[in-house]
T-cell receptor, first 109, second 116 residues
Framework: QQQVKQSPQSLIVQKGGISIINCAYE??????FPWYQQFPGKGPALLIA???DVSEKKEGRFTISFNKSAKQFSLHIMDSQPGDSATYFC????????WGLGTSLAVNP | DTGVSQNPRHKITKRGQNVTFRCDPI?????LYWYRQTLGQGPEFLTY????????KSRLLSDRFSAERPKGSFSTLEIQRTEQGDSAMYLC??????????????FGPGTRLTVL
C-alpha cells in the first residue's frame, strides 16, 4: 500500500517553464512534508519542507502548496533550469519518512 | 564538513562475502536511519536508531542484515553472505528532535554495493 502517491513519474519541461509535481497522502497523522532532490549517484538532498499549519512555503524558485483538507501537496519549480534536472521525491512523516516513488524531471535547454 | 558521511562510497564484493558499511551522522543528531535504494526507486526504510537503541527494523531487513550504533554516534550496517539482490545504494540519514530544524533528515552520499 503506497501511503504517499506521487505523480507524474516523469516530466519534461522547457527552460524557463514551470515544473509541477503532485503528491497525495493518506495518513492524517503525518505532520511534516519534505521534498528531496536527488542527482544520479548522490544521496537525496532536502530541498524544501512544509508543516500542515501552513498552506504555502516559498524558497527562491521553489514553492510548496499544501491542501490539508484534500491531503495533497505539490512542488512548483518556477523558471526551470537545466541544472534542475534530477529526480524529486516527496515524503511525509510522523515518526519515519514515507517516500513517494519519485519524479524524473528533465529540463530542456 | 559537518554533514553525514558514509564509507566506503563504493564496494564491490563476491556473492557470499560479508560487507560492512559505516555512517557518521551530524554530531548533534541523536537519530540515525538506514535506507536502501535501487535504481529508479525511492529509498526504502531499513532501520532506525535513537541514540544507541535500535527502535525499528523493516521487514525488508533479513537475518543477514545487522546494524549497530554502539555509543550513539557512528553506526555500522553489516550484510552477511551477500546475494546479488543486495546490490543497491545504502543510504544513511540523521536527524534530531531537539536541534532545529526538527525532524529534518539529512542524507549522506551513500555506499553503492555491487555483488558479483
Amino acid at each position: 500500500q503506497q501511503q504517499v502517491k506521487q505523480s507524474p513519474q516523469s516530466l519534461i519541461v522547457q527552460k524557463g517553464g514551470i515544473s509541477i509535481i503532485n503528491c497525495a497522502y493518506e495518513n492524517t497523522a503525518f505532520d511534516y512534508f519534505p521534498w528531496y532532490q536527488q542527482f544520479p549517484g548522490k544521496g537525496p538532498a532536502l530541498l524544501i519542507a512544509i508543516r500542515p499549519d501552513v498552506s504555502e512555503k516559498k524558497e527562491g524558485r521553489f514553492t510548496i502548496s499544501f491542501n490539508k483538507s484534500a491531503k495533497q501537496f505539490s512542488l512548483h519549480i518556477m523558471d526551470s533550469q537545466p541544472g534542475d534536472s534530477a529526480t524529486y521525491f516527496c515524503a511525509a512523516t510522523g515518526r519515519k519518512l514515507i517516500w513517494g516513488l519519485g519524479t524524473s524531471l528533465a529540463v530542456n535547454p | 564538513d559537518t554533514g553525514v558521511s558514509q564509507n566506503p562510497r563504493h564496494k564491490i564484493t563476491k556473492r557470499g562475502q560479508n560487507v560492512t558499511f559505516r555512517c557518521d551522522p551530524i554530531s548533534e543528531h541523536n537519530r540515525l536511519y538506514w535506507y536502501r535504494q535501487t535504481l529508479g526507486q525511492g529509498p526504502e526504510f531499513l532501520t532506525y536508531f535513537q541514540n544507541e537503541a535500535q527502535l525499528e527494523k523493516s521487514r525488508l531487513l533479513s537475518d543477514r542484515f545487522s546494524a549497530e550504533r554502539p555509543k550513539g554516534s557512528f553506526s555500522t550496517l553489516e550484510i552477511q553472505r551477500t546475494e546479488q539482490g543486495d546490490s543497491a545504494m545504502y543510504l544513511c540519514a540523521s536527524s534530531s528532535r531537539q536541534v532545529p530544524p526538527r525532524d529534518e533528515q539529512f542524507f549522506g552520499p551513500g555506499t553503492r554495493l555491487t555483488v558479483l
